[in-house]
């Protein structure tokens, strides 16, 4: 099992350039998140989505951010316009939407630097 | 809303010892469900521990185990034997219950750097 895959892995950019996160969730799978970890704010959950329909996109920062899940094995998040205070991990997690199922499985983190 | 609080932002423990982490959290809901992750310095997040608001045993897995005093509305980790390979960070975390959507999404805390010593 190869697990949620993230990529890229590092993306430097510079502020007004569009961004594009991808992730590939656990075969399986049917819940997909993404989160954004930074030192001041921690671990937030920004939106997510079950059987590829967005469910709660209500840490969504602003309207620069956009998610889409076109299908079960594949979802984005876009930045456009990126600025400096985007920088930060922001994570993909999957989980198996089944009764009690609540076990989020996290990918390896997408870093990014707006400069 | 629901409320997660880790007021240890670091520790330090020497090898072979146990070590507590602390989380209080605050929720309203009477069916909850509490989680550890740990984040090592490569950055991914990793499930250790996960504990139901009615289970009546302490979870554990391996050297983690999870006293959960439900009165006092703590779910503390404790990581027992501590190995150098436990050096991370950990973050304690409650799913929270969405009404409209009829599901969860987890919240976490601001998480507790642990350095296990030689």
């Known amino acids: 099992d190869a697990g949620v895959i993230q990529s890229p892995r590092h993306e430097v950019t510079e502020m007004g350039q569009e961004v594009t996160l991808r992730c590939k969730p656990i075969?399986?799978?049917?819940?997909l998140f993404w989160y954004r970890q930074t030192m001041m704010r921690g671990l937030e959950l920004l939106i997510y989505?079950?059987?590829?329909?967005?469910?709660?996109d209500s840490g969504m920062p602003e309207d620069r951010f956009s998610a889409k899940m076109p299908n079960a094995s594949f979802s984005t998040l876009k930045i456009q316009p990126s600025e400096p205070r985007d920088s930060a991990v922001y994570f993909c997690?999957?989980?198996?939407?089944?009764?009690?199922?609540?076990?989020?499985?996290f990918g390896p983190g997408t870093r990014l630097t707006v400069l | 809303a629901q409320k997660i609080t880790q007021t240890q932002p670091g520790m330090f423990v020497q090898e072979k010892e146990a070590v507590t982490l602390d989380c209080t959290y605050d929720?309203?809901?009477?069916?909850?469900?509490l989680f550890w992750y740990k984040q090592p310095s490569s950055g991914e997040m990793i499930f250790l521990i996960y504990?139901?608001?009615?289970?009546?045993q302490n979870a554990t897995e391996g050297r983690y185990s999870l006293n959960f005093q439900k009165a006092r509305k703590s779910a503390n980790l404790v990581i027992s034997a501590s190995q150098l390979g436990d050096s991370a960070m950990y973050f304690c975390?409650?799913?929270?219950?969405?009404?409209?959507?009829?599901?969860?999404?987890?919240?976490f805390g601001a998480g507790t750097t642990v350095t296990v010593r030689a």
């Open positions: 504990q139901g608001s009615y289970d009546e």
């Open positions: 075969s399986g799978h049917n819940s």
């Open positions: 929720t309203s809901d009477q069916s909850y469900g």
């Open positions: 989505f079950n059987n590829n329909v967005p469910i709660d």
């Open positions: 975390a409650m799913r929270a219950y969405l009404f409209l959507s009829n599901d969860y999404k987890l919240s």
């Open positions: 997690a999957s989980r198996e939407l089944i009764a009690g199922g609540d076990e989020q499985f």
